[in-house]
């Protein structure tokens, strides 16, 4: 008997998507549109053009395929190889974390800081993309970023990133947190370092698992990296230069005793939008 092939409508099989990731995905709606667009090659409004669209064989095999992986956690942006940050397409890689949406809130203390026409001389600590640096060096084009990273691979597709969107103010050092800079050099350091305590059970759920270790865990209290980038960054910052950093939202205390501690001042902490403590910063006296 001839087997009959059924026609399966763009629309439908979105909705499918939608439901399959519901359980898994914080986003399933949005995760499962932007894999779509991947498969298709098309934009997002093609998919609300075309809702009556029927996919190929090809197309939809790629899909469902697609969809399963997500749905065990694998990030989106590992698929779709990019990522929005700031307005900024990044490519990503499975050699960095993939930007999130709270470290934007990281670019916009920094910019509040920093005048429109200076010519800072500023560092982004465990770049990773170069979201953090990219993003900063675009909005300040007079500003130097120094991006730093420990990973070779990361450095590598940070500075391919800053090629592909025309940013030129940014230099790429492979350096283990401000290990060789010189003092007092810098008037602000950004760093979105590892924060996760090593034990935390996050760090078997969802995307995490997708992500490099090295980029996302810090010690028992996730505290270490903070512990060692706040008194060395007071080494490098001039006086009245700025250090803000990203943290995980039960640390915005443990953060402020260390600043103060090394003997930072005017300290200052940012909630993000879903109301936690994220950012946190001080100022070389
Ligand atoms: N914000 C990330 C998360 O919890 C962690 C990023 C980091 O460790 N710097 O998903």
Redesign the pocket.
Known sequence: MEKVKTEVKLSLQLQAAINLLKSSSPSPRLDAELLLCHILSKSRSYLYAWPERVLTEGELGAYEECIDRRACGEPVAHFTGRREFWSLELEVSEDT?VP?P??ELLVECALERIPAEASWKLADLGTGTGAVALAVAKERPACRVLATDISAEALVLAQHNARRLQIHNVDFIRANWLTGLPAASLDMVLS?????ADADP?LADG??RFEPHG??ASGPEGLDDLRRVIPEAFTVLRSGGWLLL?H?TSQGAAVWDLLGTHGYLELCTWRDLAGHERISGGRRG
């Open positions: 974390l999130r709270e470290t979105n370092p590892p924060y996760i996050c995307d995490l980029a996302l990203e995980g």
